[in-house]
């Protein structure tokens, strides 16, 4: 059985930091591509970043860049979305995503549950 179970949201204040993680279980890890997607209410989920299953690619969406690092521990079937600088804007639901393959992730095969991130001005 597949399980993505995310953790490490909260409440921090603009300029803070906080460090998601997503534990993997039920299929091969370090095959598949692993990503972070964010949702607002009345917006389409958004890609954040997306890493390759030997982290050698690595994808940003521009408004993150210079502030968010994904990574990822294959030995402990974990991905990380370490967002530091955070503004009021990258206030969401954080989830996590897998899909097989190599590069950048398409539609993802399996979704964790989300986390919730938000960041007070």
């Known amino acids: 059985q597949v399980q993505l179970v995310e953790s490490g949201g909260g409440l921090v204040q603009a300029g803070g930091s906080l460090r998601l993680s997503c534990a993997a279980s039920?299929?091969?890890?370090?095959?598949?591509?692993m990503a972070w997607f964010r949702q607002v209410p009345g917006k389409e989920r958004e890609l954040v970043a997306s890493?390759?299953?030997?982290?050698?690619?690595?994808y940003y969406v521009d408004s993150v860049k210079g502030r968010f690092t994904i990574s990822r521990e294959n030995a402990k079937n974990v991905v990380y979305l370490q967002m530091n600088s955070l503004k009021p804007e990258d206030t969401a639901v954080y989830y996590c995503?897998?899909?097989?393959?190599?590069?950048?992730?398409?539609?993802?095969?399996?979704w964790g549950q989300g986390t919730q991130a938000t960041v007070s001005s």
């Open positions: 039920g299929f091969t890890f370090s095959s598949y591509v």
């Open positions: 995503a897998a899909r097989t393959g190599r590069g950048i992730i398409g539609i993802p095969d399996y």
């Open positions: 890493i390759s299953g030997n982290g050698g690619f690595i």
